[in-house]
């Protein structure tokens, strides 16, 4: 009797023990299971809103001796953010800007160094700048590129309707051909300062953004091709030192000027060496030190205008040559005090001076 009663004890206690052991081995599994389901979070970024999604441990629980089942429950949780709306160019306005075929940018520096011995022959870089550019509006280092009908986004969504020239301020302007010139501030695009030649078959030349007239000019004015009628600046919707320039033929919807202006330059490169020659055959033969003619040139910036005629070197020597050279100088002195000998700088007014905003026209 005693040893069945140690038998069936010893069994007991070895029950015992096996239960205990699947207790603790269901609870340390429901334990790992809880920690790897631990709160995950999700972020799901749209173009107007931001979706946070979190997933937490189940609700239920059901344990069982060898198998454990757990059920997972997902909570959501949207929080709506607000992206602000970009403002996009009209899709019809820049069809027509993706159209337009551009060429290459360009620059006078080729024609400025073609124009650099008339230097030698007594004319000042400016002189020469606007003696020797042809047609071309600017007498001075510039650049330009094809930016015809690009987008201007802002205000007012619109297209570029010319090219920009750009150039140092005060650089002067030149007119492009012979006619009458006007000047304009009322500003219907930004323009600014404004100086419009029109030509005797109606062409229209715009160049816009100016930082002062020409004193002894103003509109109705009769100027020739070359003409100083203005200074670079950047008054209106300018953002920089440049010429808005516009070419109207014929009095017409504007064009773009991009291969009339690389024209000019071209031209007038061409044109140069036979602008020295018939400088070299006004001069006087026996010249031993070319001196220029007098000009007054205002401070801070000016220029003559090219309808006076070019300096001629004076004779050391007193041959009849050099004081029929001294003559002919002192004539040409005489004209060059006239108000057609020379163009002088006149600021624009500072109580009239124009806004300057973010864009160009």
Excluded: C
Aim: hydrophobic share 40%; net charge positive; glycine share 8%.
């Amino acid at each position: 009797m005693g040893t069945g009663r140690v038998r069936r004890g010893a069994q007991a206690l070895a029950l015992t023990t096996t239960m205990v052991a699947l207790v603790w081995t269901s609870w340390a599994r429901v334990t790992t299971a809880q920690a790897q389901t631990a709160t995950t979070t999700t972020a799901v970024t749209t173009p107007s809103a931001t979706t946070t999604t979190t997933i937490k441990p189940g609700a239920t629980t059901t344990i069982k001796p060898g198998a454990t089942t757990t059920t997972a429950k997902a909570t959501t949780t949207t929080t709506s953010t607000l992206v602000p709306t970009v403002t996009t160019f009209p899709a019809a306005l820049q069809a027509i800007s993706n159209a337009v075929k551009r060429s290459r940018p360009s620059n006078d520096s080729a024609l400025l160094a073609a124009l650099a011995p008339l230097q030698k022959m007594g004319l000042t870089a400016q002189q020469a700048e606007i003696v020797g550019m042809g047609q071309f509006p600017v007498a001075g280092p510039a650049y330009y590129r094809d930016d015809w009908l690009e987008p201007r986004p802002g205000p007012n969504p619109r297209l570029h309707e010319g090219n920009d020239i750009v150039a140092a301020m005060g650089t002067p302007i030149r007119s492009p051909s012979d006619g009458t010139l006007r000047y304009d501030t009322g500003d219907p695009q930004g323009y600014g300062l404004l100086a419009v030649v029109t030509a005797a078959d109606k062409t229209m030349y715009y160049m816009a953004h100016m930082s002062a007239t020409v004193k002894d000019l103003a509109s109705g004015s009769a100027v020739k091709q070359g003409q100083v009628v203005g200074f670079v600046g950047q008054t209106g919707d300018a953002t920089g030192p440049h010429v808005h320039f516009e070419y109207h033929p014929l009095g017409g919807a504007g064009v773009d000027p991009k291969a009339t202006l690389d024209a000019w330059l071209a031209a007038a490169t061409k044109a140069v060496p036979e602008l020295i020659r018939s400088i070299q055959a006004a001069t006087t033969p026996t010249t031993a030190t070319p001196v220029p003619l007098p000009v007054l040139l205002p401070v801070p910036q000016a220029a003559i205008s090219p309808a006076m005629p070019l300096p001629l070197p004076l004779s050391t020597t007193r041959s009849a040559g050099s004081l029929a050279g001294l003559g002919l100088v002192g004539f040409l002195a005489l004209l060059a005090s006239s108000s057609l000998a020379a163009a002088r700088y006149r600021p624009w007014p500072r109580s009239r001076r124009l806004r300057v905003a973010v864009d160009s026209p």
